[in-house]
């Protein structure tokens, strides 16, 4: 049955810059992102990493991670929860600093310029973010509190002050973070850079290692996850301790392969080993040997942390006896020997990727101890071929006594042995380093401490903080603290005896800044605390955490360090800060990361003002699964907002169709598309949809759920192509959602403007599939769109068989007294065909 149906001639077309701004508005005026601590609603705390308000603002690579963000804070809005989706600002830092320097302006006045770019950004981008909770962490107000969180940790003997070697340009005279060396060279005067010992400050987050490992709690990725396993460094082995053979010295060797321990030949120390110089006292080339050791001290100072060098070595002319074997081991300074792991001097064998290298390289004594299981592989294993290395599959050679055996069978059994011969005992090393927090840098929070003559170090009281950093301060490198010269910070008195004092005049690591951040969003204006317990009871741990890997090491690791430091001390009771993590990946144009220095940046201001910000938004989900790195080409952005406006004048021709055919009592309910006019058949009832309708239900909330935002996109995008004709009022309402976490600026508009809602879309509950009925399925006729020009004219109910061919359906048009008024001069000769779904017939 083919009815024909009144609609509105109005046109319609989507007009983005007319009603966006009005729908940001309205949302900001309703305080719909406003999070409620005292809802009984469950809660859901979405975060994407607070970001550094650059001068440059953002650009469509930035974009992704926030609309990723505001797609899963608007979801689970729409699901019924709680959201908590904040905003603020890591606002600390070098990059301000150097701004200073260079072009004369206040750090202060670059980053609030900054934050205010950025701001006006991510309100265009239609992000619904709390912005009752913003937080700047260069406001006294929030440093206040890092500063008072150094105080928790310092009571607690987790911060600490001692010497270490800083990076020093002796051209600037300054200290220089680790991001300001390039290639060993100061990356402001291109000088060489040499480390320098300086007083610093510590955080002692080698005292969680082991727990830093322990990820059982969270969903993270295993990148991540390994990231940070490799980065703390756990290793298990055996000390051995040996004579200096013509030396009143003994070494303390450490091991981890103690599996090949009758294999070690030789023996590794690092050039910076205390005990380096009495080692070679009386040998003959003992200048020399310091000498390339302190060349090898320089030239391992240019490499990023982790980096491994080309390994470089010298003879100290000294053999350590061997306690298993009383073989003499020739001692040599290696650079792979780090002073601070372990004890700074390594056994060697064959069955280490680096040792063996080494001992190529230099024609050392090797001898196997662990051979293949495989009897064709042993001789290259023997005869030095190749490094063998397996230890889980691999067969030991000595002792005798365990003689073929497989060394993970017997690796308890073997480590008893040595340890009971009395020159051997377990320990347990970490490659993680404490944390120096310490910065020779301005813009930062200053480190609340007071040095008195007589009272020594004492904490800055609670009560007298924050610590204010003095806004007159002269920027330019001078070989100190830029706080160093100015008189009247750093003096003060004792607060112990009131003797004249001097202030620390170092600032703190802005990583210090970023890693508690999250925990004063739950509470941003508590002026007596960094956060009150129940507030974080309520918002902690981050439900979601949004960023890109490259954090995955430090500021992941700091934020996770500081919340088990905290809960230690009482002020917590959570132990993980993030419960879920994902990784967003990064945006390429010309297969380059997009940076300004490059010059391949993409500034999504422009694109807003052309497309809208909705169709931006579901570009940057379409492009690419979220998680990968993905190509930018601008030239995808028309087919979005394509996509967009057929959504937009369907709904909205469909909205008035209704609208006249009630004014005309007409019982049907129409489907309408396109500037002409549609007709369709069979009216549905009010909680009735179609097949297509269901399963596109069905799909994309598997998807939300899933993060595959860009199949999200196109499953409605494949929707709209095939479907959009048959769409009646309650599946126009039902789409409407379906879009609104990606696209919420067309959803609102059309769910309140067209559909006559009084309420925001994002207070509608989100579709559920039990909520609809299932139209009858005629099993003889199928719904077919008759298009011109791809503009859907006919929405029919077509007898399958006729529907199958194209020649088919030509004839069944030709005998339909309907389709003869729509084409009076006959069917357009030319045709594009899809059987069962649509005929589009190609005129202009």
């Given at each position: 049955m083919k009815q024909e149906l009144p609609i509105s001639t109005s046109k319609v077309s989507y007009q983005p810059n007319q009603f966006e701004a009005n729908w940001r508005a309205y949302?900001?005026?309703?305080?719909?992102?406003?999070?409620?601590?005292?809802?009984?609603?469950?809660?859901?705390?979405c975060l994407t990493m607070f970001p550094y308000p650059s001068g440059e603002g953002l650009h469509v690579g930035h974009w992704r991670g926030y609309v990723m963000s505001d797609i899963i804070a608007r979801y689970h809005k729409m699901q019924g929860y709680e959201v908590l989706h904040p905003m603020g600002w890591d606002a600390f830092?070098?990059?301000?600093?150097?701004?200073?320097?260079?072009?004369?302006?206040?750090?202060?006045?670059?980053?609030?310029?900054?934050i205010a770019n950025m701001r006006r950004q991510l309100q265009e981008m239609g992000a619904l973010f709390d912005w009752s909770r913003e937080i700047n962490s260069s406001d006294p107000s929030y440093y206040r509190f890092t500063q008072e969180i150094f105080l928790t940790l310092y009571s607690q003997g987790l911060a600490y002050r001692r010497e270490a070697l800083v990076n020093w340009c002796p051209s600037d005279q300054t200290v220089l973070a680790n991001e300001q060396v390039v290639e060993g060279n100061c990356e402001r005067c291109g000088t060489a850079v040499v480390k320098k010992p300086l007083k610093q400050w510590f955080f002692k987050i080698t005292d969680y290692a082991e727990e830093l490992l322990d990820f059982s709690q969270i969903d993270?990725?295993?990148?991540?996850?390994?990231?940070?396993?490799?980065?703390?460094?756990?290793?298990?082995?055996?000390?051995?301790?040996?004579?200096?053979?013509?030396?009143?010295l003994k070494l303390e060797s450490f091991s981890a392969h103690y599996l090949a321990a009758y294999a070690d030949s030789f023996v590794v120390i690092a050039p910076e080993h205390h005990l380096l110089d009495e080692l070679i006292v009386g040998t003959a080339n003992a200048e020399q040997i310091r000498s390339v050791a302190t060349a090898m001290i320089e030239k391992r100072a240019k490499l990023d942390y982790g980096q491994t060098p080309e390994p470089e070595g010298i003879f100290t002319g000294r053999y350590l006896i061997d306690p298993l074997t009383q073989d003499a081991l020739p001692i040599w300074v290696a650079n792979y020997a780090l002073a601070d792991y372990g004890t700074g001097i390594v056994r060697c064998s064959a069955h280490d990727e680096r040792d063996f290298a080494f001992a190529k390289k230099y024609n050392l004594p090797l001898k196997a101890g662990l051979l293949p299981p495989q009897p064709e592989r042993q001789s290259a294993v023997k005869n030095f071929e190749e490094c063998y290395s397996n230890f889980d599959e691999g067969l030991i050679v000595w002792p005798d006594s365990l003689a073929g055996q497989p060394a993970r069978l017997v690796a308890q059994e073997l480590k008893d042995h040595l340890i009971a011969t009395g020159s051997a005992r377990p320990q347990t090393n970490y490659r993680l380093r404490d944390w120096l927090i310490s910065r020779q840098r301005y813009w930062g929070a200053p480190i609340p401490i007071i040095y008195c003559p007589d009272c020594g170090e004492v904490p800055v009281p609670v009560e007298d903080l924050p610590v204010h950093l003095p806004h007159d301060v002269n920027f330019q490198p001078g070989g100190e603290s830029p706080l160093a010269r100015h008189e009247a910070f750093w003096q003060t008195v004792c607060p112990r005896c009131g003797q004249t004092a001097r202030r620390e005049t170092d600032t703190m690591d802005t990583f210090v800044d970023s890693s508690w951040?999250?925990?004063?969003?739950?509470?941003?204006?508590n002026d007596k605390k960094p956060f009150d317990q129940e507030k974080i009871a309520r918002w902690l741990p981050v439900d979601q955490y949004i960023g890109g890997v490259e954090h995955a090491i430090l500021h992941l690791l700091y934020a996770r360090f500081i919340t088990k430091a905290l809960a230690d001390a009482g002020q917590l009771t959570i132990r993980e800060p993030f419960k879920r993590l994902f990784n967003i990946g990064m945006i390429y144009l010309d297969g380059k990361k997009m940076s300004k220095s490059k010059g391949n940046i993409v500034n999504p201001d422009e694109l807003v003002a052309q497309y809208g910000a909705d169709a931006l938004r579901g570009y940057e989900m379409f492009i690419a699964p979220p998680a990968p790195d993905a190509e930018w080409n601008s030239a995808g952005l028309a087919g979005v907002y394509r996509f967009l406006a057929k959504i937009y004048e369907a709904v909205t021709s469909l909205s008035l169709a209704a609208k006249d055919q009630a004014a005309q009592a007409d019982s049907a309910y129409p489907a309408a598309y396109g500037t002409q006019g549609i007709q369709v058949s069979n009216h549905a009832s009010s909680q009735t949809i179609n097949r297509p309708m269901i399963e596109l239900l069905e799909?994309?909330?598997?998807?939300?759920?899933?993060?595959?935002?860009?199949?999200?996109?196109?499953s409605l995008m494949t929707y709209a192509k095939y479907h959009l004709g048959e769409m009646n009022l309650t599946e126009a309402k039902l789409l409407v959602r379906l879009?609104?976490?990606?696209?919420?600026h067309l959803a609102e508009e059309l769910w309140q403007r067209c559909l006559g809602h009084d309420q925001s879309v994002f207070l509608a509950s989100w579709p559920k599939k039990s909520d609809y009925q299932l139209a009858a399925e005629d099993s003889t006729t199928l719904k077919f769109l008759v298009q011109v020009d791809g503009k859907t004219r006919l929405v029919l109910d077509l007898p399958v068989a006729a529907a199958q061919s194209e020649a088919a359906v030509r004839d069944w048009l030709a005998s339909d007294a309907l389709v003869a008024t729509r084409f009076p001069d006959g069917l357009p000769p030319k045709a594009r065909f899809i059987s069962s779904k649509v005929i589009n017939f190609l005129v202009n």
């Open positions: 949302w900001q005026e309703q305080q719909l992102a406003k999070a409620d601590d005292h809802s009984q609603k469950p809660k859901y705390y830092g070098l990059p301000a600093e150097n701004r200073a320097i260079k072009q004369g302006i206040h750090p202060q006045a670059s980053t609030e310029q900054a993270w990725p295993t990148k991540v996850k390994t990231m940070q396993t490799n980065w703390i460094g756990k290793s298990t082995g055996l000390v051995m301790t040996g004579q200096v053979k013509d030396l009143n951040y999250f925990l004063r969003f739950a509470d941003p204006h799909r994309v909330d598997r998807d939300y759920q899933d993060y595959s935002f860009n199949t999200v996109v196109s879009l609104a976490p990606v696209f919420p």
